[in-house]
């Protein structure tokens, strides 16, 4: 390396050295300090004098520098308190030509501007694990057809069939049914059996945009429609859809602007992006999906009627579990595996006790809830390596199971047995609310989040489903 070319290098090493999120400190072999940065120096509340040429132990009595140089070991992310400060340190022996030369510690500050940076580029990983968690998601359920949709209740075959004629002819659907009864099952099952199968499947959740994003998503948007748009204008999901299906999950929870620009693409059978000149011509099948009650909505002048009888061509309820409980035992024999599939556990199956001990629990949730139970219950089971389901597996069930009068002498811990009286009333409440998680959480006096994390608590919920609401 020629000479300047070597300066430049230094002055990069500098540049890298003295940064303000990671302290350093070098001692020689001798565990004298030879280099500190100013970060390390910061955290120290010390200066380059007081410390340089001073023993490590001497300035940090409990730095394990010297341990490093007696033992040559390399020590990763340990998390270290200096001075107060949270950090997380890596120390390594350092070497020239082969031999020893002495040891370096590098930390990570935990405090103020680190945590800021950290917790940024966790949320960035967050977003970015949420658009590849919904891409894996529409991978996973385009393969879903009408066969997997499990179930011999009368009501749900008598769904089934209406909702393949509807998949053949290109109706609009609209599909009612409490949350988790199988609503995204079913919109997948119909667009895979229908003629635009080869087609896109795009689904919109507009519950979960405001009013102006929901817009320039389902419609797009020319170029600088608005400060911030992508050079080029980008396509809404309803151009994306184009000649295959777009499913609009939560329409209930629909603004009423949007509703009524909605209802004009839908008799239009046209968009205009936002910003926009000239309609862009669509031809999509079109299937929304609620569980809210959409009729006294538009009593209370919160969903339009118009909107709601364009949509409600063919009209599909699917019956929530508790009104087809002689399903469950179909339907833990068809999740173990499927969940097995996916969690890679020891668990191939479900005893007929456990299957018993599922139906006579009175039920709360819907299929969601079951599955996430079943999850659960092959962690549980898959600690000890066992290959099926037993109702051990299922301590909450148990409990619940057993007479719902306040038994409080099940067990003589006070904090179990308010834990037990705590989800026997959830359970309850819940029951008696059809599900409604914000009816329940009223009657219960809890907020709503408080809800969610008990329920997740007690296993009625997933981990995503709790973030979701967390959100
Ligand atoms: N009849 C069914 N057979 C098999 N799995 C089902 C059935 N109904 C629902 N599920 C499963 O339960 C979960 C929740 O269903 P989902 O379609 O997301 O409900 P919704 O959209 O109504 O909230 C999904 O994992 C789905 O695959
Ligand atoms: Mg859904």
Same mark, same amino acid.
């Given at each position: 390396?020629g ?8 002055e990069?090493l500098?540049?890298?050295v003295?940064? @303000? ?6 001692v ?6 030879n280099?500190v ?11 380059e004098?007081?410390v340089?040429? *001073?023993?490590?132990?001497?300035i ?12 040559k070991? !390399?020590?990763l =992310?340990?998390?270290w ?5 949270d950090t $997380? !340190?890596?120390?390594m @022996?350092l070497?020239?030509d082969?031999k020893?030369?002495g040891a370096?510690? #590098?930390?990570?500050?935990?405090d =103020? ?8 580029k966790l949320r ?9 968690k919904?891409v894996?998601?529409? $991978?996973y359920r385009?393969?879903n057809?009408?066969?997997?949709i499990?179930?011999e +209740?009368?009501?749900? /075959? %008598?769904?089934?069939s209406?909702a393949?004629?509807? =998949?053949?002819?290109g109706?609009? $659907?609209?599909?009612?049914g ?10 997948n099952a119909?667009? *895979?059996?229908?003629p635009r199968?080869? #087609?896109?499947f795009?689904r !919109?959740?507009?519950a979960?945009?405001?009013? /102006? ?5 389902l419609f797009?948007y020319?170029?600088g429609a608005?400060?911030?748009?992508r050079?080029?204008? *980008?396509p809404?999901?309803?151009?994306l859809?184009n000649r295959?299906?777009i499913?609009? +999950?939560?329409?209930?929870d629909?603004p009423?602007?949007m509703?009524?620009?909605l209802l004009i693409?839908?008799?239009e059978?046209?968009?205009?992006r936002?910003?926009?000149t000239?309609?862009?011509a ?5 299937i929304?999906?609620?569980?809210r009650?959409l ?19 063919v009209?599909l309820e699917?019956p929530?579990?508790r009104?087809?409980?002689q399903?469950i035992?179909?339907? %833990?024999?068809?999740?173990?595996p499927?969940?097995n /599939?996916?969690?890679?556990?020891s668990?191939?199956s479900?005893s ?11 039920w ?6 079951l599955?996430?139970?079943l999850?659960?219950a092959?962690?549980? %089971?898959d600690?000890?390596? #066992?290959?099926?389901l037993n109702?051990e597996?299922f301590?909450s ?13 099940v067990?003589?811990h ?5 834990e /037990?009286?705590?989800?026997e009333?959830?359970?309850? !409440? ?8 914000a009816? %329940?959480?009223?009657i219960?006096g809890?907020?709503?989040?408080v809800l969610?994390r008990?329920?997740?608590k007690y296993g009625?919920i997933?981990?995503s +489903?709790?973030?979701?609401?967390e959100?």
């Amino acid at each position: 390396m020629g000479e300047p070319k070597n300066e430049i290098f230094m002055e990069i090493l500098d540049g890298i050295v003295e940064n @303000p999120y990671i302290g350093i400190i070098m001692v020689d072999t001798e565990g004298n300090i030879n280099k500190v940065n100013k970060t390390y120096l910061e955290i120290l509340g010390l200066t380059e004098e007081d410390v340089i040429d *001073k023993h490590v132990l001497d300035i940090t009595p409990h730095s394990r520098l010297p341990e490093v140089l007696k033992t040559k070991e !390399v020590h990763l =992310a340990d998390h270290w308190p200096v001075n107060n400060h949270d950090t $997380i !340190v890596f120390r390594m @022996p350092l070497y020239k030509d082969g031999k020893l030369i002495g040891a370096m510690g #590098q930390s990570l500050v935990l405090d =103020a501007a680190g945590v800021k940076i950290l917790s940024k580029k966790l949320r960035e990983l967050e977003g970015e694990l949420a658009v590849y968690k919904d891409v894996v998601n529409s $991978i996973y359920r385009s393969k879903n057809s009408f066969d997997n949709i499990v179930g011999e +209740d009368t009501r749900l /075959q %008598a769904v089934k069939s209406i909702a393949e004629r509807a =998949a053949y002819t290109g109706s609009t $659907i609209l599909l009612r049914g409490e949350s988790g009864t199988g609503k995204d099952l079913f919109a997948n099952a119909i667009h *895979k059996a229908s003629p635009r199968a080869d #087609q896109p499947f795009i689904r !919109v959740n507009c519950a979960a945009l405001p009013d /102006q994003l929901l817009e320039s998503e389902l419609f797009g948007y020319e170029e600088g429609a608005f400060t911030g748009a992508r050079k080029g204008g *980008k396509p809404g999901k309803f151009e994306l859809a184009n000649r295959g299906t777009i499913f609009l +999950d939560e329409i209930g929870d629909m603004p009423m602007t949007m509703q009524s620009k909605l209802l004009i693409v839908l008799q239009e059978r046209e968009v205009e992006r936002v910003g926009g000149t000239k309609p862009i011509a669509v031809d999509v099948q079109v299937i929304a999906a609620s569980n809210r009650p959409l009729e006294d909505m538009i009593k209370k002048g919160k969903f339009r009627e118009d909107l709601y009888y364009r949509l409600n061509v063919v009209s599909l309820e699917v019956p929530p579990l508790r009104e087809r409980a002689q399903d469950i035992g179909l339907l %833990a024999n068809y999740l173990v595996p499927k969940l097995n /599939q996916r969690l890679h556990s020891s668990v191939e199956s479900i005893s007929p006790e456990a299957i018993h001990l599922l139906c006579n629990y009175d039920w709360p949730g819907n299929v969601r809830e079951l599955e996430n139970l079943l999850e659960r219950a092959m962690n549980l %089971a898959d600690l000890n390596q #066992q290959k099926t389901l037993n109702p051990e597996h299922f301590p909450s069930l148990s409990r619940l199971v057993t007479p719902p009068t306040v038994e409080v002498a099940v067990t003589d811990h006070l904090g179990d047995a308010v834990e /037990q009286v705590e989800m026997e009333t959830i359970r309850r !409440v819940l029951a008696k609310t059809n599900n409604n998680k914000a009816k %329940a959480a009223k009657i219960l006096g809890l907020n709503k989040s408080v809800l969610y994390r008990k329920l997740y608590k007690y296993g009625l919920i997933s981990k995503s +489903d709790l973030d979701r609401v967390e959100i």
